[in-house]
């Protein structure tokens, strides 16, 4: 089965520090996936990757930026965190299809992290 | 951006009788995806049917989708306990991209709770 690791289940940072979430594949997946999850919000996309070194925006990129410098890695960064960004963190991985036609998403267990 | 939106917010049968959940969405669709989310933790795929199926069956779960309402509905017969969980549905849209399967947009959830 494909796992999907998170590096974190529980975070605690404070206003203003830089945060790194980590997400590792196993089943060399080429493409990677963040999103975070709020109350009444369901799941928002803020960036994803089709490659390495390559990353796109999502729905709601403001405040974060990622790296993915290897295939299986793919790190969300949170250049100074803000109060409003405790949530629940999401990666997920998924293969590549030639004709787009839809592949699932596997997710990590998530990360829920805290900025007091 | 939301896209689908899921009815009703929350449920609660009892063991042995059917789960009805259903989706709407907005825009025109590749296929409808189907997740579940126990407590706390990451998603799992359920169940994915593309546009130009009408009606898809996995065990004890049955999706239809109607794209001419845009709408798609999620059955599970002889609910048991442990499926208590949220469930998502989660679209991938529009116009196939090469190179961008997996980019999806979740729906906030159906919360099922079954009781023994």
């Known amino acids: 089965d494909v796992k999907v690791t998170q590096s974190s289940r529980y975070l605690v940072k404070r206003t203003g520090e830089k945060v790194f979430l980590e997400c590792v594949q196993d089943m060399d997946h080429e493409n990677m996936f963040w999103y975070r999850q709020d109350p009444g919000l369901g799941l928002r996309l803020i960036y994803f990757?089709?490659?390495?070194?390559?990353?796109e925006k999502g729905d709601i990129p403001e405040g974060y930026s990622v790296s993915r410098e290897k295939k299986e890695r793919f790190s969300l960064i949170l250049e100074s965190a803000s109060t409003n960004q405790t949530s629940m963190y999401l990666c997920?991985?998924?293969?590549?299809?030639?004709?787009?036609?839809?592949?699932?998403?596997?997710f990590g267990s998530g990360t829920q992290l805290s900025v007091l | 951006s939301q896209q689908g939106e899921e009815d009703p917010q929350a449920l609660s049968i009892q063991e042995g009788e059917n789960a009805t959940m259903n989706c709407s969405y907005k825009?025109?669709?590749?296929?409808l995806q189907w997740y579940r989310q126990n407590s706390g933790r990451g998603l799992v795929h359920l169940i994915l049917i593309r546009s130009n199926e009408r009606e898809k069956h996995s065990g004890r779960l049955r999706v239809t989708l109607d794209t001419s309402k845009k709408s798609s509905s999620l059955l599970i017969t002889a609910s048991r306990a442990a499926d208590t969980a949220s469930y998502f549905c989660a679209t991938e849209g529009g116009t196939p991209i090469y190179n961008q399967g997996g980019k999806l947009i979740f729906g906030q959830g159906t919360e099922l709770s079954v009781k023994p």
């Open positions: 990757s089709y490659d390495v070194k390559m990353k």
């Open positions: 997920a991985s998924s293969q590549d299809r030639e004709d787009s036609r839809g592949e699932k998403l596997f």
């Open positions: 825009t025109s669709i590749n296929n």
